[in-house]
């Protein structure tokens, strides 16, 4: 039975462990191209490859994800998930060529993948219904934690005489902690979704939900253009005078999504998703502007905390709204469309916008993230003009 009670030890300690399920991500992510081709002497765009195939394999894994929740249930899920994210992160330990390189990364990704949706299904199932977008904002304040937290600390690890050995072993220990936490905390996770009197459970065809597709036609876009600043900003800024403010880019932009994130959500499920949306993609265009064209690190900076406001407003409020254009029995199969296009667009966009580097230069490639950001905002107001915004559903 849902209540009204938000801070539940179940929803507790899954943004707990989707905090550390993220931190291996953000920990790798930023570090793994320049790793590629110190270790293994890789092409920039074959580095590039080794960051973004990780959202492939999540990719992967998002697609059936809603089809399995609806038969093995959030639960059951969670806990293979999270064994198997635990084993593929022990492997970057023992890495021997930037083949089995490619090879692991594609399979921590899936399981990240099925991770990351089954703690998803579960906040967004365990919620009450009418704060949906807030509980989504807190568990949202959790993950960003990670973008902040992650790269600052690969990055100081790196600089040790341990380099990416220390990244990797931090890397491990988060993903053991999130194993424990799912082992505890998943035990007030639902077993399977209880279908309504005559309805059967979908088969593979409809893994994905067309209802929620237009959402995630939104967050294509949304996840290209973040994917040049996530793969790129350490390599545009090196070397510069702007390296010393792009340490601590993702610290800033950490610290704007939690003050903006749970505001937000109580927002849109109060006055709908458009209040929210439409504003904060106006203020990601601004933000990619700024650091694309920052002249100074204050620029920079300031570019990252009206990132906070914009993508880390869409990230949360966009997962609510997917949700509340299903019914109850297909959470997870919102869910599961909503970050499958998401990773699409994270993992496509290292590898197409690194094919712009050497003909434009690393300003060519966040001036392109510009243009998809636009194409994202125009792909939200087309949605809205042809179907409008459902209202938040009422609590169960």
Do not use: H, K
């Not at 510069?240 to 610290?255: M, P």
């Not at 300031?302 to 109850?328: E, Y």
């Amino acid at each position: 039975m849902v209540t009204e009670r938000l801070w539940t030890p179940t929803f507790v300690g899954l943004s707990l462990a989707g905090l550390c399920a993220s931190m291996v991500l953000f920990l790798l992510v930023p570090t793994m191209a320049g790793y590629a081709i110190e270790r293994f002497g890789s092409s920039p765009s074959l580095a590039g490859a080794l960051a973004s195939v990780f959202f492939i394999g999540a990719l992967l894994a998002r697609f059936v994800s809603g089809w399995v929740v609806e038969r093995l249930g959030t639960r059951r899920m969670a806990v293979v998930a999270v064994s198997f994210y635990l084993l593929t992160t022990a492997g970057y330990l023992i890495i021997p060529g930037i083949e089995i390189a490619l090879g692991l990364r594609l399979l921590n990704g899936i399981g990240f993948g099925f991770l990351s949706s089954a703690l998803a299904t579960g906040v967004m199932m365990t919620v009450p219904a009418r704060r949906r977008a807030e509980g989504a904002g807190w568990f949202g304040v959790s993950l960003s934690l990670s973008i902040g937290l992650g790269p600052f600390v690969a990055l100081q690890l790196r600089s040790t005489p341990w380099g990416m050995q220390a990244v990797f072993w931090a890397a491990l220990a988060c993903a053991g902690l999130a194993f424990v936490l799912v082992a505890t905390a998943g035990r007030g996770l639902p077993t399977r979704i209880a279908l309504e009197a005559g309805q059967e459970a979908t088969g593979w065809r409809t893994m994905l939900d067309r209802r929620a597709m237009g959402i995630g036609v939104m967050m294509l876009f949304g996840g290209f253009a973040y994917a040049a600043i996530l793969t790129y900003l350490d390599e545009a800024t090196s070397g510069t005078s702007l390296a010393a403010a792009a340490g601590w880019f993702f610290l800033v932009y950490a610290v704007g999504v939690m003050v903006i994130r749970p505001v937000a959500g109580r927002t849109q499920d109060t006055r709908g998703e458009r209040v929210v949306l439409i504003p904060a993609w106006v203020l990601y265009v601004v933000a990619l502007g700024l650091v694309a064209f920052a002249a100074n690190g204050a620029m920079l900076l300031i570019g990252a905390a009206i990132l906070a406001l914009g993508w880390g407003s869409i990230t949360t409020g966009g997962q609510a709204a997917a949700v509340n254009r299903v019914p109850a029995t297909r959470t997870g199969a919102a869910i599961a469309t909503y970050y499958f296009m998401l990773d699409l667009g994270t993992g496509a966009g290292p590898i197409l916008l690194g094919q712009l580097v050497e003909p434009f230069g690393y300003r060519g490639v966040f001036v392109a993230s510009i243009l998809v950001c636009l194409a994202g905002l125009v792909a939200y107001l087309l949605l809205l003009r042809r179907g409008g915004a459902p209202e938040p559903r009422p609590a169960d």
